[in-house]
């Protein structure tokens, strides 16, 4: 098991090129799974959850190889199974997205209750409502999801309590298949799911709606291989401008899409940063001190989730008092110990976190409890005095690509070691 070990007070220049976001990838990755013949995918990261997602698909029968860094070729040809079993499905929540597609093509899939980060219940009702709401008889048995359809899923209507980001993925693959029209109200609205309709649209599935809460699904009678290329991580990027938040200097992101962080990048420029974005790059400075700002999660285009931890980290830096209001997953404050552990002063009541900077913070021995918690103790060390020595560093490895190498170029003092 690795850690990672940063000295901090060393402030960050020169460019970071943005790897494929992992949480487009994976959904791509399941849709190869709606029809035989080999898919390309481009821009793909070298994860841990992405390995993971492809060994699960092995296990049904289909086969990948990489003729390129970064390139992935699916062939499925050979798909059969229908199970996604504990061993796989319970290091990564994403490994339910395989429920949809299985079900459009085999009629039959059975797949374990997901793990994945423990940041919160992330129920799978919307999934089970969903297919049940296209015909799909479903039961829930030892753990696992076991849904069968006895001639074709038929097309139907669709409403979200709450936008699902994986629900609205299933959804979209299994109605692709389906008999007839299929509406999915108040559906997620995230990049990441305009790049899967992207997908579905050139292998021959009918959807309009794209980018809206309201998506409209004409089932085909069947889809063919496609060629697609994964968008870059908004997490990703978010994450390195928060380090230069709390780093100090000047970097450039290369391979980005300021489009899709509007509301990320305006809470940057709030906090005293300087942003300015191009087409397919951000160039973030800082060079005077952090304001403090109050954050409040939303589903997109509101503040992600995912960058809640990372932009506490950045308010440690402040001089100020911050809010941070947590809406979208009930337990995604555990980073906030490890944060005390180096000096900062957070109060958590319920689902806010109040942060009273200190403007600085001091180097300790912290541990990651999850994918974006280990980002933060990351983007935290880079402005304490002393050392930081971050254990359980796989958290980290699941969603970032060679964070510490990349960090490396622009000037950190970072390395890894093994524990």
Request: glycine letters at 10%; hydrophobic letters at 40%.
């Amino acid at each position: 098991m690795d850690k990672i070990l940063i000295e901090g007070g060393r402030p960050l220049h020169g460019t970071i090129r943005v790897s494929g976001a992992k949480n487009a990838a994976l959904p791509l990755i399941a849709a190869t799974l709606l029809c035989p013949g080999e898919h390309t995918l481009y821009n793909v990261p070298d994860l841990r959850d992405i390995r993971t997602m492809l060994r699960l698909l092995e296990t049904l029968g289909a086969t990948y190889h990489y003729p390129e860094p970064h390139t992935l070729k699916i062939n499925s040809d050979g798909v059969q199974g229908f199970e996604a079993s504990y061993d796989l499905v319970k290091t990564m929540r994403a490994s339910v997205l395989v429920l949809g597609p299985l079900l459009a093509r085999l009629r039959r899939a059975r797949v374990s209750l997901p793990g994945g980060c423990a940041i919160g219940a992330r129920p799978i009702n919307f999934h089970m409502q969903g297919l049940q709401k296209l015909g799909a008889e479903l039961e829930l048995e030892a753990g696992y999801v076991d849904a069968v359809v006895k001639k074709r899923l038929q097309g139907g209507t669709i409403y979200f309590d709450v936008p699902s980001v994986t629900g609205t993925e299933n959804m979209l693959m299994a109605a692709a298949l389906a008999q007839g029209t299929t509406l999915i109200k108040n559906a997620a609205k995230e990049p990441e799911i305009g790049n899967l309709v992207d997908m579905l649209t050139a292998m021959g599935a009918q959807i309009s709606g794209r980018d809206t809460d309201m998506l409209t699904i004409q089932g085909v009678d069947e889809l063919q291989p496609a060629a697609t290329t994964i968008i870059a991580d908004r997490i990703e990027t978010g994450t390195y401008i928060a380090a230069v938040g709390t780093a100090g200097g000047e970097v450039t992101l290369s391979h980005c899409n300021p489009r899709h962080l509007p509301s990320f990048l305006e809470k940057m420029r709030a906090v005293g940063l300087s942003i300015e974005e191009h087409d397919s790059s951000i160039v973030a400075a800082r060079s005077g001190p952090i304001k403090s700002v109050d954050v409040k999660t939303m589903p997109y285009p509101g503040f992600p989730t995912d960058l809640q931890a990372q932009i506490m980290a950045l308010m440690t830096c402040s001089t100020g008092l911050s809010v941070i209001d947590e809406t979208i997953f009930e337990n995604r404050f555990m980073h906030v110990a490890e944060l005390h552990r180096m000096g900062a002063d957070i109060r958590v009541e319920g689902g806010r976190a109040i942060v009273s900077g200190t403007g600085r913070l001091s180097g300790a021995p912290v541990m990651a409890t999850d994918l974006r918690a280990s980002a933060s103790l990351v983007v935290a060390g880079l402005a304490a005095e002393g050392v930081t020595t971050i254990s359980r560093v796989y958290h980290l490895d699941r969603g970032y690509e060679r964070l510490d190498e990349k960090l490396q170029k622009v000037g950190a003092c970072i390395r890894r070691e093994k524990e």
